[in-house]
């Protein structure tokens, strides 16, 4: 798939056909009915659109008539969840599904998606808004596994823990604070682990959607990790309960 659209029109027909788009980029200055319906499709679609110069549309333009307007295509597929449940379905396997709370930085998200092939999750989802989407740059960091692991793009994270857990899974989120320490704590059976953005950990809808918050134990002197390193951290012990027991 071409990762760029040109102009007024095409982009307008892509949103209208509900193509995956990652970001609308408009020139400064552009107006008329053709930018406003633009604007109010990317809202309807929850698409993140932005105001930059013109100099820069010229200098990514293919086609040097992009009227003002250049969207940018996922590069690569997303599934839907329930893709990734069907999944695990078939496996014979318990749901073993990663949910990242806007994760932006595209070497954390290509790591995790790294992480959750080698740790034989289902699928990962990420939100729609505030995160990075699958790029080229995220599938380098993944060393391919992109093509492999399903990743889904949702609109709602909290909206979308519901429907999981009306799946039969059970909600588990890493957090500081956690009441239990995650290799004592039994994630053998449907589940989902939560990771928080790399600042703020997860937002408050979020962590309310949990049903348990599991903690690093650390040092004195280190508050916390890397998101992708604590996600890697607990997903192998979500894999070594689920081959050997949680003792």
């Given at each position: 798939?071409?990762?760029?659209?040109?102009?007024?029109?095409?982009?307008?027909?892509?949103?209208?056909?509900?193509?995956?788009?990652?970001?609308?980029?408009?020139?400064?200055?552009?107006?008329?009915?053709?930018?406003?319906?633009?604007?109010?499709?990317?809202?309807?679609?929850?698409?993140?659109?932005?105001?930059?110069?013109?100099?820069?549309?010229?200098?990514?333009?293919?086609?040097?008539?992009?009227?003002?307007?250049?969207?940018?295509?996922?590069?690569?597929?997303?599934?839907?969840?329930?893709?990734?449940?069907?999944?695990?379905?078939?496996?014979?396997?318990?749901?073993?599904?990663?949910?990242?709370?806007?994760?932006?930085?595209?070497?954390?998200?290509?790591?995790?998606?790294?992480?959750?092939?080698?740790?034989?999750?289902?699928?990962?989802?990420?939100?729609?808004?505030?995160?990075?989407?699958?790029?080229?740059?995220?599938?380098?960091?993944?060393?391919?596994?992109?093509?492999?692991?399903?990743?889904?793009?949702?609109?709602?994270?909290?909206?979308?823990?519901?429907?999981?857990?009306?799946?039969?899974?059970?909600?588990?989120?890493?957090?500081?604070?956690?009441?239990?320490?995650?290799?004592?704590?039994?994630?053998?059976?449907?589940?989902?682990?939560?990771?928080?953005?790399?600042?703020?950990?997860?937002?408050?809808?979020?962590?309310?959607?949990?049903?348990?918050?599991?903690?690093?134990?650390?040092?004195?002197?280190?508050?916390?990790?890397?998101?992708?390193?604590?996600?890697?951290?607990?997903?192998?012990?979500?894999?070594?309960?689920?081959e050997h027991g949680s003792n």
């Amino acid at each position: 798939m071409n990762d760029k659209i040109e102009g007024r029109n095409p982009v307008i027909e892509a949103l209208r056909a509900g193509q995956e788009l990652n970001k609308i980029m408009i020139a400064e200055g552009a107006k008329g009915a053709p930018i406003n319906t633009i604007i109010d499709l990317a809202n309807e679609n929850r698409i993140l659109y932005e105001r930059v110069p013109k100099i820069k549309l010229d200098k990514m333009s293919e086609t040097n008539n992009h009227q003002g307007v250049i969207a940018l295509g996922a590069v690569f597929k997303y599934y839907e969840l329930d893709y990734i449940l069907e999944t695990a379905k078939k496996r014979g396997e318990d749901p073993f599904v990663i949910v990242l709370d806007e994760i932006k930085d595209p070497y954390n998200l290509g790591s995790i998606i790294r992480t959750a092939g080698a740790v034989g999750a289902h699928g990962v989802i990420i939100p729609k808004r505030r995160s990075a989407a699958l790029t080229p740059l995220v599938a380098k960091a993944s060393a391919g596994a992109v093509e492999y692991v399903p990743v889904a793009r949702v609109v709602n994270i909290p909206k979308t823990l519901d429907e999981l857990k009306e799946n039969g899974l059970w909600i588990f989120g890493a957090d500081v604070e956690g009441q239990d320490v995650y290799y004592d704590t039994d994630m053998k059976g449907p589940m989902a682990l939560v990771i928080g953005s790399e600042g703020k950990g997860m937002n408050r809808l979020v962590k309310e959607k949990c049903d348990i918050l599991v903690r690093i134990s650390m040092n004195y002197g280190v508050s916390s990790l890397n998101a992708a390193v604590a996600c890697a951290v607990i997903a192998y012990e979500i894999r070594r309960q689920r081959e050997h027991g949680s003792n």
